[in-house]
């Protein structure tokens, strides 16, 4: 039975399973669900995504999941459990990695309330938000320190996250970054690593900027 994978290009959780998957070469079927128009989305995907009915959903062998990172660690522990993707046998190292993918949250929420609430309601970011988004990004900067990848020396599903997640700062050109050096490096050095970068998320600054635009 094929993957199916319920998603949308500019949603970062979709994309980060979308790396995920084409890291591990798996096949999938990827079907493009509109999250803006509910009312269109068939009864059969409404049952699927229940309760959150939200994107990304995998069906892997009849299993319906949702939550991205929850999705990542279920591909690599049943797909490559002995991969360093996620290290399933090394409960240290599996655990330094599942801490990051929870950090990944609180940058999400810090880009959210930073920039795209601007973009999709037209709410300038409040100093508390700024404020939250810089501390945030401070603590991943120090995170990456000199690591090559965000939990260490090697490409985890953290990194697909997090390159999923941080992508959406396209909004303003990545200039958000300047002032996290570790960021920046790391951001732009591991997305020329990956041969599948460009093709999940080549389109996103382009959408952003129709985003701004229409919204202007
Ligand atoms: N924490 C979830 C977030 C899922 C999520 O909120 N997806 C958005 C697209 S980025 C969505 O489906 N939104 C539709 C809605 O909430 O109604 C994950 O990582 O999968």
């Not at 096949?27 to 995504?49: A, R």
Request: hydrophobic content about 40%; some cysteine.
């Amino acid at each position: 039975m094929p993957i199916d994978l319920y998603y949308a290009t500019l949603s970062p959780p979709c994309r980060a399973v979308l790396m995920t998957l084409r890291q591990l070469n798996l096949d999938v079927n990827v079907i493009t669900t509109d999250v803006h128009k509910k009312e269109s989305w068939p009864p059969q995907f409404l049952k699927l995504s229940y309760p959150q009915h939200t994107v990304p959903t995998l069906v892997d062998d009849g299993f319906p999941l949702g939550e991205s990172r929850a999705i990542m660690q279920y591909l690599v522990s049943k797909y490559a459990p002995n991969s360093d993707l996620y290290p399933t046998h090394d409960l240290k190292k599996r655990a330094h990695v599942d801490r990051l993918l929870y950090y990944d949250m609180s940058i999400w929420y810090a880009i959210v309330n930073a920039t795209v609430m601007k973009i999709f309601r037209g709410v300038e970011p409040t100093e508390s938000a700024l404020k939250n988004f810089k501390k945030n990004f401070n603590v991943l900067n120090d995170f990456i320190g000199n690591n090559k990848y965000v939990a260490g020396n090697e490409l985890t599903i953290a990194d697909l996250s997090y390159l999923a997640t941080i992508s959406t700062l396209a909004i303003n050109d990545y200039k958000d970054l300047d002032e996290f050096p570790n960021v920046k490096n790391w951001f732009f050095r591991v997305q020329k690593e990956l041969p599948y970068f460009d093709d999940v998320n080549g389109k996103v600054p382009e959408l952003w900027k129709q985003h701004s635009s229409a919204n202007k």
